[in-house]
């Protein structure tokens, strides 16, 4: 189908962070996908709602019922992914949580557009205590995705089906978010899934990494857990989000790309 238009929901995953940046945005894997569908239809439009740092109830409440508002039918793309961040939260309760969800996408199927849904990379390479609780955590909040995305036909996009997506150097140097070529891989798994042109290498994993020297190593983590880890948990401890006070990148539909008359 050449969808007339796409409309994001979610967090800073679905924001495009921490891709390039153009005209003070990031990129993301949502405006990549855009590109291309845009060359398919030349009425087509893109609403990008998605926020940093937002929970699974905030992106309920704030955004979905937007999206809704902008839905013209079946060749209306909505992409939904959110959870993530309430996954990481000390308190998290996943029977809420994944209730909250699964009632959201049914939701989101009843306006008549298509629907796709995300997973969580469950195992990211590392070790240790905290890497267990994370896959446990998200592979029981897959397991959701899953079971609503077949019970109302979404296309899910499985970051499990890929091992290689396990390499930190798809990671940003926050290693929590994805760069410019892990941006531009999950765009070219959706728009395959999607069934539009792509680029069939983007399975290819990267050759192996070259061992880094142990003191060389040793610095990235402090620097790391100053410039990222510490501000994190000042954040959570005063009860504030990366998204405070930020609005969205497209809040609005747009005719992609922004280059293209209206």
Known sequence: ????RLIVCGDS???????????GKYRGWADRVADVMADARLDFTYVNLAIRGKLLPQVVEHQVPVALTFVTGKDTLITFHAGANDALRPGYQPSI??????????????????????TVLERTGN?????ELWEKRFSEF????REVGAEVGAIVVDA???SFFS?????????????????????QAVLEKLNLP????????????????WIVEKGVTVAWFFVFALPWILRRLQGKSSGDGRSAKYPTPVKWPLTRDI
């Open 97 to 118: 949580a994944i209730a909250l969800y699964q009632e959201t996408v049914r939701m989101i199927a009843k306006s008549g557009a298509t629907v796709m849904l995300f």
């Open 160 to 162: 499990n089906q890929e």
């Open 1 to 4: 189908m050449a969808f007339q």
């Open 142 to 145: 897959n397991r959701g995705v």
């Open 13 to 23: 995953y679905s924001e495009g962070m921490t891709d390039e940046v153009i005209d």
């Open 167 to 187: 390499d930190r150097r798809f990671l940003a140097f926050d290693r929590l978010h994805l760069n410019a070529d892990g941006h531009n891989r999950c765009a």
């Open 127 to 131: 070790k240790g205590k905290g890497a």
């Open 198 to 213: 792509f680029d069939p290498a983007w399975r290819t994993p990267l050759p192996p990494a070259k061992k880094t020297p």
